[in-house]
């Protein structure tokens, strides 16, 4: 059984560190789990000994990156729209806006930080890493310059602007003469956002976060909103985790969910599958199972047939039963 501990301390973990998880999936101690900052243990569960551990699949290692950190230039209808699919894929977004009233907008479309300043000041705060995606959609090409000026001698995951290719060509020769280096300004992409298509607002915001997600780093295993709920959690809950998987799977390894008597936060991977690993997870909490439960899931046999699981590979779950009350 585990408790809150983890979450609290998946909540608390410093940054920049080398930030993991790690789980033992065989042996007599099986279901040991540690989490890790720079080597050093955070929190443990169970009495393994993972270093003693030679063989490699023996273990579930999940680096917990920082959180993504989205950077954007400007509060036009596209930033609005950008905003709010952001939000859906996990991002943490500040929006820099030096007009009030726009930024005001930003805010209601879920930005969770608005500077209300001039571009360069705000950006001189923004120190950048390799979590900060820079998106600059700003009103004019001035302000563009300015912004990718700044950015542009930042570390960085991503960068991007809009705009037309012979427009930001040009832009792309300006800041090399203003002294960036040309390998530097190669990583920019201008026009931002994958060719869709794209014509209206909410198109080019789609273009422009799937360029965000083809481009960048995975959010990690343990999603903000999977560790707040599991931190709000009054009741007893079951954390699902695929460990292992072969052959065509809907979900990486690593993906979780939280089953709870009435509801679901997050999602495995849907269909009868994953309505089966609810179930399960439900009859853990109705008999109070606290001991960890290993399900394998075969996708080729006779439901894949039928067309009930047409992804037609192999997946094992790990269930452990979350006390939230109890903190060891």
């Not at 609290?8 to 993991?20: C, F, I, M, T």
């Not at 890790?36 to 990156?65: M, N, R, T, Y």
């Not at 072969?246 to 390894?253: F, H, I, L, N, T």
Request: glycine share 10%.
């Amino acid at each position: 059984m585990l408790d809150r501990g983890l979450f609290l301390a998946l909540q608390e973990l410093p940054a920049g560190g080398k930030n993991e998880v790690i789980t033992l999936l065989a042996g007599p101690k099986r279901g040991a789990k540690a989490l890790l900052s720079d080597g050093k243990v955070l929190w443990q569960h169970g009495a393994g000994d993972f270093g003693q551990v030679k063989d490699s699949a023996a273990l579930l290692i999940e680096p917990v990156p920082a959180e993504r950190e989205l950077i954007i230039c400007g509060a036009g209808h596209v930033a609005l729209a950008v905003i709010v699919l952001a939000k859906m894929v996990d991002f943490h977004i500040t929006v820099i806006e030096d007009r009030p009233d726009y930024a005001e907008e930003a805010s209601r479309a879920g930005a969770d930080t608005v500077l209300v300043e001039g571009f360069e000041q705000a950006l001189a705060k923004i120190p950048g890493g390799d979590n900060t995606y820079f998106v600059v959609l700003t009103r004019e090409h001035q302000y563009d310059a300015i912004c990718l000026k700044a950015i542009l001698q930042k570390e960085f995951a991503y960068a991007g602007v809009m705009g037309s290719r012979r427009r930001t060509e040009l832009l792309r020769q300006k800041l090399i003469a203003e002294g960036i280096s040309a390998e530097v300004v190669a990583r920019l992409h201008a026009p931002i956002g994958l060719d869709i298509g794209a014509e209206t607002e909410r198109e080019i915001a789609v273009a422009i976060v799937a360029e965000l997600i083809k481009f960048g780093r995975r959010a990690g295993t343990f999603p903000k909103k999977l560790i707040a709920a599991a931190l709000q959690a009054k009741e007893p809950f079951v954390l699902a985790a695929i460990i292992r998987r072969k052959g065509s799977a809907p979900r990486d390894v690593g993906t979780k969910m939280l089953i709870f008597a009435e509801h679901i936060v997050a999602t495995i991977g849907g269909g009868v599958w994953e309505t089966r690993i609810i179930r399960r997870g439900r009859q853990m909490l109705a008999g109070k199972e606290t001991q960890d439960v290993w399900e394998q899931v075969d996708m080729r046999g006779d439901d894949a047939a039928l067309g009930h699981m047409a992804c037609g590979g192999i997946v094992e779950v790990l269930l452990e039963y979350v006390e939230p009350g109890k903190q060891r």
